[in-house]
């Protein structure tokens, strides 16, 4: 006899799980969007017109992200994993706070600020251990760098590999998204009808979409509190 499947469980995570780290969200009153219109520093347009302040934003993000650090969410859905259970984590966050928190099996969708790649082959990808991009750093090819994140407008390269992880899930946690941006949001479309989901969230009540369960709590509260209930019943739900 083979040993029992582990308990699976997919997690799509977005800018709300990094709040309490220290991060902006991008839609609130004061989200990172009122300051920094979309159309100005993240679509291909704003970047053809002045790569140089697309850059500065992207650079002033990064320094942001290496100051801050896992909280309690992050953290409790590694050690989930470290009990045994099977943890696969789709983000939408360009952050690396997930990878320091000790989970193994992370996807940006959205891509990764610490991250270059090459502006004519999206292969070419180089990390950023400390620094930005400036306007003439290039890649092997000879051509500029750009941030190795997705924006406005462009394909999700990814998006495939996340449908397949989403269909394998147990239970498919989302935490911490308005789910306003596709095709991310249509993520919880791949899920097999029987698949429990749930929204953790302060705004849950008003996002959920029919049928997932809400959960209308701060990351840090939220996700710890099931953690600890999944590993105290040794399954999920
Ligand atoms: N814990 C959990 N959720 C929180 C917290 C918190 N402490 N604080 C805020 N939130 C929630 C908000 O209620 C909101 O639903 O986080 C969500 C943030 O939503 P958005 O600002 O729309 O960000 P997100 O869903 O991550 O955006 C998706 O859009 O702008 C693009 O590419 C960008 O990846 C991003 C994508």
Same mark, same amino acid.
């Given at each position: ?11 799509? *995570?977005? *800018? ?16 990172? !969007? ?12 704003? !970047? %053809?017109? +002045? ?12 320094? =942001? ?26 983000? =939408? ?6 990878? #320091?928190?000790?989970?193994? +099996? ?15 082959? %999206? #292969?070419? =990808? ?10 003439? +750093?290039?890649?092997?090819?000879? *051509? ?6 997705? !924006? ?8 495939? +590999? ?71 019943? #040794?399954?999920? !739900?």
């Amino acid at each position: 006899m083979g040993e029992p499947a582990r308990p699976h469980l997919v997690v799509l *995570s977005g *800018s709300g799980i990094s709040a309490e780290s220290g991060i902006q969200t991008f839609r609130a009153s004061d989200g990172l !969007w009122a300051d920094h219109p979309i159309e100005e520093v993240a679509t291909p347009e704003a !970047w %053809r017109r +002045d790569p140089e302040r697309v850059l500065h934003f992207y650079n002033l993000r990064r320094d =942001q992200v290496r100051r801050a650090r896992p909280n309690a969410a992050h953290k409790a859905l590694a050690a989930l994993e470290k009990q045994g259970f099977r943890v696969s984590i789709i983000t =939408q966050n360009i952050d690396d706070l997930h990878e #320091r928190a000790g989970s193994r +099996d992370v996807l940006h969708l959205h891509g990764e600020i610490l991250k270059a790649r090459s502006t004519v082959d %999206r #292969r070419m =990808q180089y990390r950023l251990p400390r620094g930005g991009i400036a306007l003439g +750093d290039i890649c092997d090819k000879g *051509s500029q760098l750009r941030p190795d994140v997705v !924006w406005f407008g462009e394909s999700v390269p990814h998006f495939g +590999d996340a449908c397949e992880i989403v269909a394998e899930a147990d239970l498919l946690l989302v935490v911490g998204t308005s789910l306003a941006v596709m095709p991310a949001a249509s993520l919880l479309d791949y899920a097999p009808l029987d698949t429990p989901c749930l929204l953790v969230d302060p705004e849950a009540e008003s996002l959920a979409p029919p049928g997932v369960t809400r959960l209308a709590q701060p990351a840090g509260k939220g996700v710890p509190q099931l953690v600890r209930h999944w590993k105290r019943e #040794r399954r999920l !739900w």
